[in-house]
């Protein structure tokens, strides 16, 4: 089936750094790629989607200049957390769409711990 | 209306028994419906797609979709305690963004 991976898996870093994770489609192509958060006990909320050499489309409330994304290649999507503060901790995941399945596929996520 | 809403549960079921998961949604996300498990602390996993009215069947899980009554549900037959998990529904647009239930929480007892 299909595989995406999503790197680093858990980070833990101080207030005001800045955290990015990779998000990779292994045995596909993928021309877009989605990001989640996912706070404890709470369903998923897509953050952004990310389109293969052009800008991310922001979901209404997602600040675009404190998460950044790139989607340089059609395998590897890059979402940075800039300026991390303690409201930022959260379960990250990447997804991705494989037209020829008609579906998305998850990363396994990355948790981010901002003390 | 939420684009998709899901009866949150949570759901027990002893083992062995079927385990009705259900989903309604709005005209938003009429192209496609899926069903994700997601095990805790993990990200979610495909289980079903369905695109048109009817059943759908995979092993121990079928899915059924009413495009009028605008209602998508998941049966699990035979339940297994390693079915227990939250089970997600999502409905996605024509631009192929997915929109997710809250999930419905399913414990599945020895």
């Known amino acids: 089936g299909a595989v995406v991976s999503q790197h680093p898996s858990r980070v833990i870093c101080k207030s005001g750094t800045s955290v990015k994770i990779e998000c990779r489609s292994l045995?596909?192509?993928?021309?877009?790629m989605f990001w989640y958060r996912q706070f404890p006990k709470q369903s998923l909320m897509l953050m952004a989607t990310?389109?293969?050499?052009?800008?991310?489309?922001?979901e209404q409330g997602v600040e675009k200049d404190k998460f950044l994304i790139n989607h340089a290649s059609l395998t590897l999507s890059t979402l940075t957390v800039t300026s991390a503060h303690p409201e930022d901790s959260s379960f990250y995941i990447c997804?991705?769409?494989?037209?020829?399945?008609?579906?998305?596929?998850f990363g396994p996520g990355t948790r981010l711990t901002v003390l | 209306q939420k684009e998709v809403e899901q009866n949150s549960g949570p759901l027990s079921v002893p083992e062995g028994a079927i385990a009705s998961l259900n989903c309604t949604y709005s005209?938003?996300?009429?192209?496609?419906f899926f069903w994700y498990r997601q095990y805790s602390g993990k990200s979610p996993e495909l289980i079903m797609s369905?695109?048109?009215?009817g059943d759908k069947e995979d092993g121990r899980f079928t899915a059924q979709l009413n495009k009028a009554s605008q209602y998508v549900s998941l049966l699990i037959r035979d339940s297994q305690p390693s079915d227990s998990a939250t089970y997600l529904c999502?409905?996605?647009?024509?631009?192929?963004?997915?929109?997710f239930g809250t999930g419905t929480r399913l414990t599945v007892i020895p």
């Open positions: 997804s991705a769409n494989r037209l020829e399945m008609g579906a998305q596929y």
């Open positions: 045995d596909f192509q993928a021309t877009t």
């Open positions: 999502a409905g996605q647009t024509g631009a192929n963004n997915l929109f």
């Open positions: 369905i695109y048109s009215n």
């Open positions: 990310s389109n293969e050499g052009s800008k991310a489309t922001y």
């Open positions: 005209d938003r996300v009429s192209q496609s």
